[in-house]
């Protein structure tokens, strides 16, 4: 059974930093591409950040290159997304899923984010 | 990019009924790049359609997809109690390669 598990959540100030980590079984995660998306509260989804099977590619929403940075583990099966320079519309409950290139076939249940003083 | 807007903001129903919820693209989608999925309250979102009108695995034939270009159609044909949720299409972007989601639809209990 395909699970992926989030962790890393939780409250920072605007300014702050914070490091994501999804954790993921069930497949061969060094053969999928992987991306984080998020749901700010009362709006919907908004893709964040992908990267390829081995990292050497990675793409990102306009809205956070330059503060935030995706990366893998594959000897560990995790996804990470170092958030820095946060802001308040960061805020969000942050998804892992598998990429199929064109969808997103498995999700994991989130990790919330609040960027506040 | 492509800005996908979803009508109606929300539908409000009862179960037995035909939902048909719209997704109209700014430019021209490939079908190919076209899925839908389902997300219900404290749940992760759950892929139903892909390539405009294939079913993912394990969902009910009540749920269909069609369209092309820039209108796609989600379809459940007899609402069950369980299909009450909010709806996001969603594109891929092979010229920035990346992803932009639908504003959403939420299918109520009427």
């Known amino acids: 059974e395909v699970q992926l598990v989030e962790s890393g959540g939780g409250l920072v100030q605007p300014g702050g930093s914070l490091r994501l980590s999804c954790a993921a079984s069930g497949f061969s995660f060094s053969n999928f591409w992987m991306s984080w998306v998020r749901r700010a509260p009362g709006k919907g989804l908004e893709w964040v950040a992908n990267i390829n099977q081995d990292g050497s590619d990675r793409y990102y929403v306009d809205s956070v290159k330059g503060r935030f940075t995706i990366s893998r583990d594959n000897a560990k099966n995790s996804l990470y997304l170092q958030m820095n320079s946060l802001r308040a519309e960061d805020t969000a409950i942050y998804y892992c899923a598998r990429d199929r290139q064109l969808r997103f076939d498995y999700w994991g249940q989130g990790t919330l984010v609040t960027v506040s003083s | 990019e492509i800005v996908l807007t979803q009508s109606p903001g929300t539908l409000s129903l009862s179960p037995g009924e035909r939902a048909t919820l719209s997704c109209r693209a700014s430019q021209s989608v490939s079908s190919n790049y076209l899925a839908w999925y389902q997300q219900k309250p404290g749940q992760a979102p759950r892929l139903l359609i892909y390539?405009?009108?294939s079913r993912a695995t394990g969902i009910p034939d009540r749920f269909s997809g069609s369209g092309s270009g820039t209108d796609f159609t989600l379809t459940i044909s007899r609402l069950e109690p369980e299909d009450f949720a909010v709806y996001y299409c969603?594109?891929?972007?092979?010229?920035?390669?990346?992803?932009?989601f639908g504003q959403g639809t939420k299918l109520e209990i009427k």
């Open positions: 969603q594109q891929y972007g092979s010229s920035y390669r990346g992803y932009t």
């Open positions: 390539g405009a009108s």
